[in-house]
């Protein structure tokens, strides 16, 4: 289980450190940072798969999502007598990202490149990359460690290999260099950031993937359109969960209940209602109603990740449906670790009882966690460039 998240300098979180539970849930006004966070996150993942730089293009690369402060922001500023002015930097520029557990951790140093003869200055390339053992970063607990494009790690014994591995600057060393025979705890890292899962707002709208009738075959894990919703309710029904989906679709919905119908190899779900006479097919749908069976065939998955990320999964439901949200949530949380980014109060009070609730807000347009000190925070260290 991961127990520590750290971001530097990634949009308006300039030096966040973020405590994590089993079920944490992320909350805080509009434009304190939790979208951010959420981002922040999937870059980290994209990294395991070489996707962190492309990601970073598609926000307008690097030196879009750098933070857009100052270094420091002074007394005076801080007391309103003077405006936030601009500053030389006086460090090196980096986007920093990482994580910790119990087990293992991982932190990336993203920079800018020296330039060049190169049309491509705005990709960032990577300065550091480091894993190490348990929950902090220590030189003795270092499995391996890249500098610029030098790759070293750990052999059996303990010691540092005496071969240097190179890679681009533009790759992680997570998904060039994950070899099992020179460090398979690398590989071990990089598997389980792999199955980390996200899910963001789900489309309802009338031509909505989800609203269609697919072909079917046995689905674990839901798409992350939704498109095979049908053949993932029908796998949850078949794997022995039939009672647990009745169960929450009818504290959601009163005297309803779900079926999967198949013609022809076609999937559809029918969703009977208390004083119908025939039940209504996913095109019929409300658009909170398929959001919530969306959620529920996410939640209900029979192989559960290492982390399930859920982005403002309260979108476009009634009030009404989140204590049956919050349920859902919950019981996923007993099997797999989630994190929640959510502004609903509602759905932040259901899950208070199960979660560790985090609340983001904006002083001087960095984010922060209300309430956090510097003695508060959980232990972190970057490695050094």
């Known amino acids: 289980m991961l127990t520590t998240l ?3 300098n990634y949009r308006s979180l300039r030096d966040l450190v973020l405590p994590l539970s089993g079920l944490t849930v992320v909350t805080g006004p509009n434009g304190s940072g939790k979208s951010s966070l959420y981002r922040a996150l999937r870059l980290l993942a994209e990294a395991s798969r070489n996707g962190a730089v492309s990601a970073l293009a598609q926000e307008g690369g690097l030196p879009s999502t750098l933070w857009a402060g100052p270094e420091t922001v002074g007394r005076s500023v801080r ?11 006086t460090k090196a520029v980096g986007l920093r990202l990482g994580f910790a557990g119990d087990e293992f951790g991982y932190a990336l140093d993203l920079g800018l490149p020296v330039p060049g003869e190169t049309v491509f200055n705005l990709d960032p390339e990577f300065k550091r990359e480091a894993v190490w053992s348990g929950p902090v970063l220590r030189p003795a ?12 790690t750990r052999v059996a014994s303990g010691a540092w290999g005496e071969e240097t591995f190179k890679i681009r600057l533009s790759d992680s060393m997570l998904s060039e260099f994950a070899d099992p025979r020179a460090c398979p705890e690398l590989l071990v890292v990089r598997e389980r950031i792999r199955s980390w899962r996200f899910y963001d707002h789900f489309r309802t709208d009338a031509t909505a993937p989800a609203r269609q009738s697919r072909i079917g075959t046995r689905t674990f894990v839901l798409s992350h359109d939704g498109a095979d919703l ?4 029908q796998t949850i029904i078949e794997v022995g969960r039939s009672e647990e989906l009745a169960a929450i679709v009818d504290s959601a919905f009163p005297g309803s209940h779900l079926s999967v119908s198949s013609r022809d190899g076609l999937l559809s779900i029918e969703f009977h209602q208390h004083g119908l006479l025939r039940p209504l097919s996913a095109a019929e749908l409300s658009d909170g109603t398929l959001r919530f069976l969306l959620w529920v065939a996410a939640l209900l998955t029979p192989r559960p990740p290492e ?6 999964p309260e979108t476009s439901l009634h009030p009404d449906l989140l204590p049956a949200l919050a349920t859902l949530i919950a019981s996923a949380a007993k099997e797999t670790q989630v994190v929640v980014v959510s502004h609903a ?4 009070r ?3 009882e199960f979660a560790e609730v985090v609340e983001l807000e904006k002083e001087y347009g960095e984010t922060k966690v209300v309430g956090q000190g510097r003695l ?6 970057w490695p050094a460039r």
């Open 6 to 8: 750290a971001v530097e």
């Open 79 to 89: 007391s309103g007598r003077t405006p936030v002015q601009g500053t030389v930097r």
């Open 141 to 152: 607990a270092l499995l391996a460690d890249r500098a610029g494009p030098s790759v070293r």
């Open 230 to 233: 049908a053949a993932a309710l």
């Open 307 to 312: 982390l399930l990320v859920l982005n403002e």
């Open 345 to 348: 109060s509602a759905l932040v």
């Open 350 to 352: 259901a899950l208070g």
């Open 376 to 381: 508060d925070r959980p232990s972190w260290h």
